[in-house]
T-cell receptor, first 113, second 113 residues
Framework: KQEVTQIPAALSVPEGENLVLNCSFT??????LQWFRQDPGKGLTSLLL?????REQTSGRLNASLDKSSGRSTLYIAASQPGDSATYLC????????????FGPGTSLSVIP | DTEVTQTPKHLVMGMTNKKSLKCEQH?????MYWYKQKAKKPPELMFV???????INESVPSRFSPECPNSSLLNLHLHALQPEDSALYLC????????????FGAGTRLSVL
């Protein structure tokens, strides 16, 4: 069974800290991996999409990396701000489940002013 | 414009009611999706439409009936729902499949009494 896991489940950091969120997937045959942000009761906002041929993507203070061989992706957030507080979900498009994106359970991030 | 619009934002219905959720995008995307999300859980895929044809049905009960009348619109018709169907229903679209970035709507919060 294909699985996507995320650690930690929850994270609380003081403002200004750099932090790393982790995502693991059981199948290294991957088309792409997408990171999303979700505010409480809201829809998902796409942050970054990494194709299988790429190793990382950057957008502002966010950097996402992909290591297919180890089945891992990390989302690095630099200089965290209270507005970054949200749940972060990774979603893997695995070759064994083409056209079905599998979501991880999410990491709930709280940035304390 | 990267907007996916869902209506209504909130819906309360009885178990004998018939209602519909609506999703609209004008980005020229040819793949559209319905997800169901329970509290503190990741989204679960329900249906995928590709070029207005149903390509994936994740064994969803027949009380949920999707419809894609044209490339910009996606509906989810609801009938004889159960209280456990209460959830946030999310619509998403992507350019032409799950190899592309998925853009999500804000969701419809459904309560079944």
């Amino acid at each position: 069974k294909q699985e996507v896991t995320q650690i930690p489940a929850a994270l609380s950091v003081p403002e200004g800290e750099n932090l790393v969120l982790n995502c693991s997937f059981t199948d290294s045959a991957i088309y792409n991996l997408q990171w999303f942000r979700q505010d409480p009761g809201k829809g998902l906002t796409s942050l970054l999409l990494i194709q299988s041929s790429q190793r990382e993507q950057t957008s502002g203070r966010l950097n996402a990396s992909l290591d297919k061989s180890s089945g891992r992706s990390t989302l690095y957030i630099a200089a965290s701000q209270p507005g970054d507080s949200a749940t972060y979900l990774c979603a893997a498009n695995l070759k064994t489940s083409y056209d079905k994106v599998i979501f991880g359970p999410g990491t709930s991030l709280s940035v304390i002013p | 414009d990267t907007e996916v619009t869902q209506t209504p934002k909130h819906l309360v219905m009885g178990m004998t009611n018939k209602k519909s959720l609506k999703c609209e995008q004008h980005m020229g995307h040819r793949a559209m999706y319905w997800y169901k999300q329970k509290a503190k859980k990741p989204p679960e895929l329900m249906f995928v439409y590709s070029y207005e044809k149903l390509s994936i049905n994740e064994s969803v009960p027949s009380r949920f009936s999707p419809e894609c009348p044209n490339s910009s619109l996606l509906n989810l018709h609801l009938h004889a729902l159960q209280p456990e169907d209460s959830a946030l229903y999310l619509c998403a679209s992507s350019r032409n499949g799950q190899l592309n970035i998925q853009y999500f709507g804000a969701g419809t919060r459904l309560s079944v009494l």
